[in-house]
């Protein structure tokens, strides 16, 4: 089993919609979960920072831990095509290295 | 906003060539690191570098890398002979603090013929 599982998509979706964005982890560990987006040919962009278990909020952006389930999610509402790029859920022990999911292709189309 | 810059922004080499990435990390950051991510892969941990030792390094992170801070502002991670499995995007991250976020930079293509 691998240690971070995530859909690699793509994910098409319509301007304006909801977007639903899961990683799944084996190792219970893990304490702080992280967002990033990745345009092609760029750096990963910090998007939400969570610690333990909880939701946490930023404009159009939600984050949610469940570390009971094992299970992160990262929601966006009311979706852009800017928004379009790669999105990867990252997790890490304490302070030391981040595990990476393979990313999540979303495009959002006009 | 600050942010970590990586030179140069793509490297060709011929393998067996020794390559020098630079990065310059936010400036009050004291936690640094290399990431790499192999085309259509995901981003894999090489190596955290705090107080001017190394912290960490993956089992990729092998006798041909080597990093090092040569000044108080730039961050390199060397491959000393390079192979053409070494052909990925290379990235610096640096952080603040150890509760804090980590920050990427842009990174280098690095393309070993």
């Known amino acids: 089993q691998k240690e971070v599982e995530q859909d690699p998509g793509p994910l098409s979706v319509p301007e304006g919609a909801i977007v639903s964005l899961n990683c799944t982890y084996s190792n219970s560990a893990f304490q702080y979960f992280m967002w990033y987006r990745q345009y092609s040919r760029k750096g990963p962009e910090l998007l939400m920072y969570?610690?333990?278990?909880g939701n946490k909020e930023d404009g159009r952006f939600t984050a949610q831990v469940d570390k009971s389930s094992k299970y992160i999610s990262l929601f966006i509402r009311d979706s852009q095509p800017s928004d379009s790029a790669t999105y990867l859920c990252?997790?890490?022990?304490?302070?030391?290295?981040?595990?990476f999911g393979t990313g999540t292709r979303l495009q959002v189309f006009p | 906003e600050p942010e970590v810059t990586q030179t140069p922004s793509h490297q060709v080499t011929q393998m067996g060539q020794e390559v020098i990435l630079r990065c310059v990390p936010i400036?009050?950051?004291?936690?640094f690191y290399w990431y790499r991510q192999i085309l259509g892969q995901k981003v894999e941990f090489l190596v955290s570098f705090y107080n001017n030792e190394i912290s960490e390094k993956s089992e990729i992170f092998d006798d041909q890398f080597s990093v090092e801070r040569p000044d108080g502002s730039n961050f390199t991670l060397k491959i000393r002979s390079t192979k053409l499995e070494d052909s990925a995007m290379y990235f610096c991250?640096?952080?603040?603090?150890?509760?804090?976020?980590?920050?990427f930079g842009n990174g280098t293509r690095l393309t070993v013929t």
């Open positions: 990252a997790m890490s022990r304490n302070t030391d290295k981040l595990i």
């Open positions: 991250a640096s952080r603040e603090s150890v509760l804090s976020p980590l920050h």
């Open positions: 400036s009050n950051h004291l936690y």
């Open positions: 969570t610690y333990s278990s």
